[in-house]
T-cell receptor
Framework: EPEVTQTPSHQVTQMGQEVILRCVPI?????FYWYRQILGQKVEFLVS????????KSEIFDDQFSVERPDGSNFTLKIRSTKLEDSAMYFC????????FGPGTRLTVL | AQSVTQPDIHITVSEGASLELRCNYS??????LFWYVQSPGQGLQLLLK??????LVQGIKGFEAEFKRSQSSFNLRKPSVHWSDAAEYFC????????????FGGGTRVLVKP
């Protein structure tokens, strides 16, 4: 059964460093998303991506964040200068209709 | 703006007993509703969805949910719980079937007693 994969599973970084979180969506899916879940809080939408451009983004998704689909298979989330409050689990999802989620990347900012 | 409330943060149920998880949503138009399950260390797995039609929907792992427009609810049920059902369950609402953000509830953690 096809699934969304994410790498790395856990990333530790220093405050102010750039991180890139990687996702491989399901191959025939058209829509791609990033969500995050801060420990003990709700899963929050960050951004959706369709036809090689951002289709919707939340208030959280400020200039520090960017997304890219550099080739036909990968979908990345970049955080330019990480803050302590960026520590969270980041989920990638893809869809034709309902969304399928990857296992997440736990980002720890020290 | 849409919102989802899951009133129960934790539920403990005995193995073999029935389970019902509550979900209330706030959305002005016809909602698209979902239930996801998250086992420890795993991602979010879709259990079932409601887009339109029959208000009682069947999902995987023996789960079902009923959409009640008058109560703005989409409660999840399982007649007989197995130990492997111990997990966190999330209700979510979207504006349309595809390509839209999901708004999640806070989740309900289910503990299954032997």
């Amino acid at each position: 059964e096809p699934e969304v994969t994410q790498t790395p599973s856990h990333q530790v970084t220093q405050m102010g460093q750039e991180v890139i979180l990687r996702c491989v969506p399901i191959s025939n899916h058209l829509y791609f998303y990033w969500y995050r879940q801060i420990l003990g809080q709700k899963v929050e939408f960050l951004v959706s991506f369709y036809n090689n451009e951002i289709s919707e983004k939340s208030e959280i998704f400020d200039d520090q964040f960017s997304v890219e689909r550099p080739d036909g298979s990968n979908f990345t989330l970049k955080i330019r200068s990480t803050k302590l409050e960026d520590s969270a689990m980041y989920f990638c999802a893809s869809s034709v209709s309902e969304q399928f989620f990857g296992p997440g990347t736990r980002l720890t900012v020290l | 703006a849409q919102s989802v409330t899951q009133p129960d943060i934790h539920i403990t149920v005995s193995e073999g007993a029935s389970l019902e998880l509550r979900c209330n949503y706030s959305y002005g138009a016809t909602p698209y509703l979902f239930w996801y399950v998250q086992s420890p260390g795993q991602g979010l797995q879709l259990l079932l969805k409601y887009f339109s039609g029959d208000t009682l929907v069947q999902g995987i792992k023996g789960f079902e949910a009923e959409f009640k427009r008058s109560q703005s609810s989409f409660n999840l049920r399982k007649p007989s719980v197995h130990w492997s059902d111990a997990a966190e369950y999330f209700c979510a609402v979207g504006e349309r079937a595809a390509g839209n953000k999901l708004t999640f509830g806070g989740g309900t953690r289910v503990l299954v007693k032997p």
